[in-house]
């Protein structure tokens, strides 16, 4: 009855951060979808652009992650967590600033790239134009970890679920022009993703105006904290991401249908992901309330509660993918050949979907409990030393273009699933020792 239970009180107050992570990449998907309708190039462009960014932009975000589970921590010890809002707030806008500086650095960079001539500009402009979207996106995940450390997830997730068809209406309409607003192409784009940004990033600051303190509180240990715990996460992240833009990068320069087919099969694969990563997230604020409040039993049954949920929800989705292929596809593009990679793709996605659930779902756990190096290190083999080395060698080698990268990327996801446990295991029998639970 214990574990049904865990189950439920899990998914209560995980269900509303599954539907706002899915609706961040709905976000993402529904430019994927305007794009392609308005051509091959500009989904290509817009790929190629967010393989880019995507880089730069988590490498900040990972810096924010700590914040939830550090404050979870705090609210177990019974901390008063308001007084940490202001500073919170300093810190997303100065990571915001950093890092836009240098996304726009990278704009003069794109021509030198090795990209088709034709998708050039539209890549620099893309990329020059979200960058100013840093701020409002940053502002908006700061406090939604604030939030999260109080299983305060409601507001921040409708945010994001509005935010969906407000993205798709402004980039529809200009990237196709209505009445007298003219049509701009990926412009339109990057411009929709910038206004409904800073929109987000507002709508949380008015909702949070309730718990900021009249007396700045400044706490160096609290900084230094989240910066202990983030930097691990934020380079793991990197190696994650730019794993994945790389092979994005090496993508584009076989084919463009080879990139509209990896971009796609990509966007369904991110969608999945964020339901674990949701479980993830929910687990890491449990754990961390739970090993503040040195509660070690919470800690084992949440964990046990969060790895069901998950591959009973990855099952469902390698299913999915096995079944439907070449309809999946569909919906996206009407162009036979990107349907018929595409369709190979979603073959290998479907295989690696329980391993990227376990691996997101273990890593949540292990930042709750303050644990993240292993992270860092563990993508660091995975990826760029497993995975990546055999998926150019099968690529390029073995001749399999495209689906070696993908194979690669598979065993990095799957390598990356057994170390985490390895981890995990020796970690929690340490915790479950000191509490003399067998």
């Known amino acids: ?45 817009i790929s190629i652009a967010n ?53 726009l650095i990278m704009t003069p960079i794109i021509p030198y790239m090795g990209f088709e001539k034709e998708l050039i500009p539209y890549i620099q402009e893309y990329i020059y134009i979200c960058s100013f979207s840093f701020l409002g996106a940053y502002i908006y995940h700061a406090l939604k970890e604030f ?12 945010v994001a679920i509005l935010a969906v068809f407000l993205n798709f209406l402004i980039a529809w309409i200009l990237v196709f022009g209505y009445k007298f607003i003219p049509t701009i192409g990926v412009q339109g784009l990057a411009i929709a993703t910038l206004i409904v940004r800073s929109l987000m990033g507002l709508a949380l600051i008015i909702y949070c105006h309730k718990f900021f303190k009249k007396d700045f509180y400044f706490d160096k240990q609290y900084l230094k904290k989240i910066l202990n715990i983030g930097y691990p996460i ?6 994650e991401l730019s794993a994945f833009s790389f092979v994005t990068i090496l993508v584009g320069n076989i084919s463009t249908v080879q990139v509209a087919a990896h971009s796609i099969v990509f966007t369904f694969a991110s969608i999945t992901f ?24 919470d800690i084992k049954d949440n964990l046990i509660a969060a790895l069901s949920l ?27 050949k990107i349907i ?8 290998i996605a479907a295989l690696f979907q329980i391993f990227d659930g376990t691996q997101i779902t273990l890593s949540g756990a292990l930042r709750g409990l303050g644990s993240t190096k292993p992270i860092l290190f563990t993508m660091l083999f995975g990826y760029w030393a497993v995975g990546l080395p055999l998926g150019i060698y099968l690529a390029f080698v073995k001749n399999l273009k495209i ?33 003399q639970i067998v």
Request: aromatic share 12%.
């Open 1 to 45: 009855m214990n574990f049904f239970k865990n189950i439920k009180s899990l998914l209560c107050f995980a269900s509303p951060i599954i539907l706002g992570q899915l609706a961040q990449m709905l976000i993402g998907a529904g430019d994927v979808l305007v794009a392609a309708r308005h051509g091959v190039n500009t989904v290509a462009s």
């Open 51 to 103: 393989a880019i960014i995507t880089i730069i932009f988590m490498t900040g975000f990972g810096l924010l992650l700590s914040i939830s589970p550090v404050l979870s921590k705090k609210r177990g010890e019974n901390a008063d967590i308001n007084k940490f809002l202001n500073i919170t707030l300093i810190y997303a806008a100065a990571l915001a600033v950093i890092f836009m500086i240098i996304t």
């Open 147 to 158: 939030l999260q450390a109080y299983e305060d997830v409601l507001f921040a997730n409708t």
């Open 234 to 239: 934020s380079l793991s992240l990197l190696l």
């Open 274 to 297: 964020m339901i674990p990563l949701a479980i993830s997230n929910a687990l890491g604020v449990r754990v961390g309330y739970a090993y503040g409040a040195k509660n070690y039993r």
């Open 310 to 336: 998950s591959f009973v929800v990855m099952s469902v989705f390698a299913l999915m993918f096995l079944s439907f292929p070449e309809g999946l596809m569909a919906i996206f593009s009407t162009d036979k």
């Open 340 to 347: 018929l990679t595409g369709s190979g793709l979603l073959f």
């Open 403 to 435: 689906f070696g990268l993908w194979i690669g990327l598979a065993v990095a996801l799957f390598s990356c699933s057994l170390i985490f446990s390895a981890v995990l295991i020796k970690k929690l029998k340490k915790c479950f020792a000191d509490a």
